[in-house]
């Protein structure tokens, strides 16, 4: 058993739970008696974790293989049911908590009530809105005259009064999360690539203000080391992806504690199946670049006692979802962590960026019971998180809500 917070495999333990907490973690030879009629979940020598929570989920991205897909594949009538088949799917493979990376139009705030009020099933869902981006940035791909705008994915803006009517707009939608795009990408080579900036500071800056004063989180798309820097001095909450980093970005972001959530595996995923895909061979150069960095950055941070959260940005074509636990994997397999760390980011670290420490993250008691079951020792082969066919129950708040003692049970 783990408990989440980094500390080495548990053998022989036991984890009670009364309606939907938690009230008994250790030893078995030491748990207190339970009644007669409890239901029993037997791990069978596999592993008691924490419920993973994803912290990069866009639960609104579906087999997204161009840019367009995004936003002008599907009306939104058809996304939103998509993204209710993607939070099911989440839970099924473990993820009892996620936090989204952007959503298109207002899907996310509707499933996240939907989800809480037991209407679909996923994880417990922290909400983000449209996304905001500079004009002429990475996510204004539209050439005007298509006449077509991007209002069901981004809130394009100029200069810091627009930044913060974009930010007044999510507010009045009911997120809790901004998402920006401080920095290009590799998939946009020619004008906003991963060492492009697609935000200057005054703008960051007027979106963290008008945002902390609602009560709201910022984060953003950050490669260039300069969109880092911008973002660790504006106030942002989180960093996805933090690619490039310097000792001064280092130490930026040691001093603020902000978490990171590299979203690694799509890299690697995109080198591997992009030649399949089509994917221009600059593109495919990008992100090699971008996954040497981004993993030398993430092995350094965590080295430096920095915070990473697990999440991955599935849902592309070549990055489907129901890959999430890829990304535990590819952080022991590539980058280098150990199982207990890998677990701890994808756990404590993600109730973390979450604000839900104090609920989830972690087995302690009095903590909610959201619990992952696995009928195989992960310290012997993480990648056994991967395969659903290993979990034997998916517990959330105390509920068994998937796992294979379901299914077969039916
Ligand atoms: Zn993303």
Redesign the pocket.
């Known amino acids: 058993m783990f408990i989440g917070d980094g500390g080495d495999g548990i053998a022989g333990a036991d984890v009670h739970v009364v309606k939907d907490r938690i009230t008994y973690v250790g030893p078995t030879e030491a748990a207190p008696p339970v009644p007669e009629s409890t239901v029993t979940i037997d791990a069978n020598n596999g592993t008691i974790l924490p419920g993973l929570v994803e912290a990069?989920f866009?639960p609104t991205y579906f087999n997204v293989a161009a840019l367009e897909d995004l936003d002008i594949k599907y009306p939104v009538e058809y996304v939103t049911l998509l993204a209710a088949a993607n939070c099911k799917l989440a839970l099924e493979c473990g993820y009892t908590a996620a936090r989204s990376?952007?959503s298109l139009f207002n899907i996310d705030v509707w499933l996240k009530k939907a989800i809480n009020e037991d209407v679909v099933m996923g994880p417990r869902l922290a909400a983000n809105g449209r996304e905001i981006c500079g004009v002429g940035g990475l996510m204004d791909w539209n050439p005007d005259f298509r006449k077509i705008g991007m209002e069901g994915l981004v809130l394009l803006i100029n200069g810091p009064e627009e930044a913060r009517a974009a930010v007044r707009k999510l507010v009045k939608d009911g997120v809790e999360w901004v998402k920006t795009y401080p920095t290009g990408d590799a998939a946009a080579p020619d004008a906003n690539d991963h060492h492009t900036l697609c935000m200057t500071f005054e703008e960051m800056h007027a979106v963290v203000e008008t945002a902390h004063n609602h009560n709201l989180k910022v984060t953003g798309?950050c490669r260039a080391t300069e969109g880092i820097k911008n973002a660790l001095l504006a106030g942002y909450d989180s960093l996805?992806h933090g690619t490039f980093m310097d000792r001064e970005t280092m130490d930026l972001l040691l001093e603020r504690d902000v978490p990171v959530v590299p979203?690694l595996y799509f890299e690697k995923a995109s080198i591997d199946n992009g030649p399949a895909f089509n994917m221009p061979q600059a593109v495919i150069d990008g992100h090699q670049e971008t996954l040497d960095g981004g993993a030398e950055s993430a092995r350094w941070i965590l080295r430096e006692g920095g915070r990473i959260g697990l999440g991955g940005?599935y849902g592309f074509a070549w990055n489907p979802h129901g890959d999430y636990a890829k990304e535990l994997s590819f952080f022991v397999d590539f980058v280098g962590f150990s199982v207990p760390e890998v677990i701890k980011c994808a756990t404590q670290t993600g109730a973390e960026i979450m604000g839900l420490a104090d609920e989830i993250g972690t087995l302690e008691v009095g903590k909610l019971a959201d619990i992952l079951v696995l009928n195989a020792d992960v310290t012997q082969d993480i990648s056994a998180i991967e395969d659903r066919a290993n979990i034997t129950a998916v517990m959330q708040g105390g509920i068994i809500k998937a796992g294979t003692m379901l299914t077969t049970a039916s």
Do not use: V
């Open positions: 990069h866009h990376g952007g798309h996805e979203a940005d």
